[in-house]
Each structure stands twice: as C-alpha cells, then as structure tokens.
C-alpha cells in the first residue's frame, strides 16, 4: 500500500516569509510525528498527535511553529517568520497506534535564504 | 535528555560483526532502532520494551537492560546493504506510552566489500 507522502519535497523560502509543510499519513494510521533533522545531525522531535487526544506540542522550537491534523489524516506544519536556523529536512512518521514502529515519509527539505 | 551512541562511526568488510550501543540518563519504557540510507528516511529496525518484549526483523538482534539503561544493536555476518546511519530513539519510563522518541546522535556504519 502507500506509504507516508510530504510535499513540497523541497522549499526556498526567503527569511521572514511563513511556510507550509504538507504530511499524508498511511490510511488508519491514528498516530503521527513530526521531527526536523539538520544537516548530519539527528532527528529532534517537533510534535505528535494520537487520534483525538490533544497533541504533544514540547519539542516546537519556538511560537512560529504550529501543526494541526485535519480529520484524523493529514497533517500540516506551519513555520511563520521563517529564520535560517529553520533550514533542515522536515520528516513526517505515522504509526498504526502508540508503541508500534513509525513509518517514514520522504522528507521536505527546507531552505531559508 | 538525548541518549549517547557509540561508536560514532565504524568501518566494517562484508561478513564482520558489529555492535551499536545507545546508552541514556533516564530510565527507560522503550528504545527504538531505525536505520537510515544517505538522502532517504529512516526505516524502523526494532522495539525493545521494558520487560522484554521486542518487536522487529528476524535477521536483526538488539538487547536492553533495563538497569543499565542501555540498549545494543548486533549486526552479524554485515553485508554491504547494512551500511547507512543507525539511530536509537528512547521513551522515557515518565511518561508511558507515548511513543515520543529522543533520538541519538546516530552511528554511521559503512560496510565495504
């Protein structure tokens, strides 16, 4: 079946501008993460939701960032004011329910200029 | 907070062993191993829960000791496809299952021929 999808799979943006980063989860997934990972560096946990709950939001960096999942699906990342330091890949990870293995999607690499 | 791996990198020719350890400061509910190839996503390896249950690939062997607080992932007989960055994510035992991973540093492993 399909796997987890992320578009764009590559952004310039320009420093101060607000950005969107789009997650399609694996269909019946009910948990999804989002993580940043910096060149050769690890993955930093952003956030996560788990079906209806209200969502883990301590690792946003700071006030710019946001997410929301619409309809227990897709999933959106929002970064306003944009800064270089926010240059990285962007990888979304859903799972069939809490404790199971993560799936990967490809990435969105973000380049703030 | 984020788990210590070891070594950083290793080299390794087809058919060697090799051992990954992730060690951390807080007592742990679970460590997860991915791998990840250069330019791809990470792709999940295996689950070691606290009072261990494990979940994973046959061809992959990982411990966990609870007490030490250390997990460790085998790799045996390497072939050239086991080369690419490990990383240990761990659950902390505060929070349950939340399934909310710090991921290490990483350990690049390059096998050659």
């Known amino acids: 079946g399909a796997g987890v999808s992320q578009s764009p799979s590559n952004k310039v943006t320009e420093k101060g501008k607000d950005v969107e980063l789009r997650c399609d989860p694996i269909?019946?997934?009910?948990?999804l993460y989002w993580y940043r990972q910096s060149l050769g560096q690890g993955l930093e946990f952003l956030i996560y939701?788990?079906?209806?709950?209200?969502?883990?939001k301590s690792g946003l960096p700071s006030d710019r960032f946001s997410a929301e999942r619409t309809g227990g699906s897709v999933s959106t990342l929002t970064i306003q004011r944009t800064q270089q330091e926010d240059s990285a890949v962007y990888l979304c990870?859903?799972?069939?329910?809490?404790?199971?293995?993560?799936?990967f999607g490809p990435g969105t690499r973000l380049t703030v200029t | 907070q984020q788990p210590v791996q070891s070594p950083q990198a290793v080299i390794l020719r087809e058919g060697e062993d090799a051992v990954i350890n992730c060690s951390s400061s807080?007592?742990?509910?679970?460590v997860h191993w991915y791998r990840q190839k250069h330019g791809e996503a990470p792709v999940f390896l295996m689950i070691?829960?606290?009072?261990?249950e494990q979940k994973g690939h046959e061809k992959i062997s990982a411990s966990f000791n609870e007490k030490k607080q250390q997990s460790s992932l085998y790799l045996t007989a390497s072939q050239l496809s086991y080369s690419g960055t490990y990383f240990c994510?761990?659950?902390?035992?505060?929070?349950?299952?939340?399934?909310?991973?710090?991921f290490g540093t990483g350990t690049l492993l390059a096998v050659q021929p």
């Open positions: 990870a859903s799972s069939l329910r809490l404790g199971y293995e993560q799936y």
């Open positions: 269909s019946g997934h009910t948990a």
């Open positions: 939701f788990q079906g209806n709950s209200a969502p883990d």
């Open positions: 807080k007592a742990l509910y679970s």
């Open positions: 070691l829960l606290k009072g261990g």
């Open positions: 994510g761990t659950e902390d035992s505060y929070g349950g299952a939340t399934n909310k991973l710090i």
